[in-house]
């Protein structure tokens, strides 16, 4: 009895230390000479780069600032600037007046000075610009931004309006009326004054004659 108790232990023992045996046996075994192949990263889209003008529509004389985002780390940027010439007078502009109360269509004039069409900027680490931009001409800029070493690109628009003149008082026939009188009673006190002066200088003549 005690020895076949004994056996039943052996045999119980004995499959306990075969079952990690086994379980390891029936893994895959990596064949000697091959490696594992790396797997690339996940692919990322690389959002574009950007350009930026605050404001975007200004009075000639005003400066805006060019923001640009995404271009290459501390790269030189190009930045080339087109010129349209508007179509229309500029907004918020007074007519000019003629001598006769007519008024006269002011159009903006396209090209007042030589500007600055082509310049630079430099980016940060971040591949991030501020440029400031003051144009000497009227109309609707484009700015095209060119990194020299990413070869990125960005454009963006601003218009440039004719700076605003003060409207031109009409002339009306109150207006005119109102000069008229005052110069009338001043030419009146005039003519009473001198024939005052005449009657004082007679009478001055006179009473010498008589002594």
Do not use: C
């Not at 005003?62 to 179509?87: K, Q, S, W, Y």
């Not at 591949?127 to 931004?145: D, E, H, I, M, N």
């Not at 690109?153 to 008229?180: E, F, I, K």
Request: proline fraction near 10%.
């Amino acid at each position: 009895m005690r020895l076949s108790r004994i056996i039943m232990a052996l045999t119980v023992g004995l499959a306990v230390v075969a079952v990690p045996t086994a379980a390891g046996a029936a893994q895959p075994q990596p064949t000697p000479g091959v490696t594992d192949t790396p797997q690339p990263p996940p692919y990322t889209p690389q959002l574009p780069a950007s350009l930026t003008v605050q404001p975007s529509s200004i009075d000639l004389g005003d400066t805006v600032n060019l923001i640009g985002e995404r271009f290459g780390p501390r790269e030189t940027v190009d930045i080339v600037v087109t010129v349209t010439p508007l179509a229309a007078p500029a907004a918020n502009q007074a007519p000019a007046r003629r001598s006769d109360g007519t008024t006269v269509a002011m159009a903006p004039v396209a090209y007042q000075a030589s500007a600055p069409l082509k310049f630079t900027a430099r980016t940060n680490g971040d591949g991030t610009f501020t440029r400031r931009y003051k144009p000497s001409v009227t109309g609707l800029l484009t700015f095209t931004a060119t990194g020299r070493d990413s070869e990125r690109t960005a454009t963006a628009q601003l218009q440039v309006r004719g700076q605003a003149q003060p409207p031109a008082l009409p002339v009306t026939g109150d207006s005119l009326g109102t000069p008229m009188k005052i110069g009338g009673g001043l030419a009146g006190a005039g003519a009473v004054l001198l024939l005052l002066t005449f009657a004082w200088r007679r009478r001055q003549r006179l009473g010498a004659g008589s002594h």
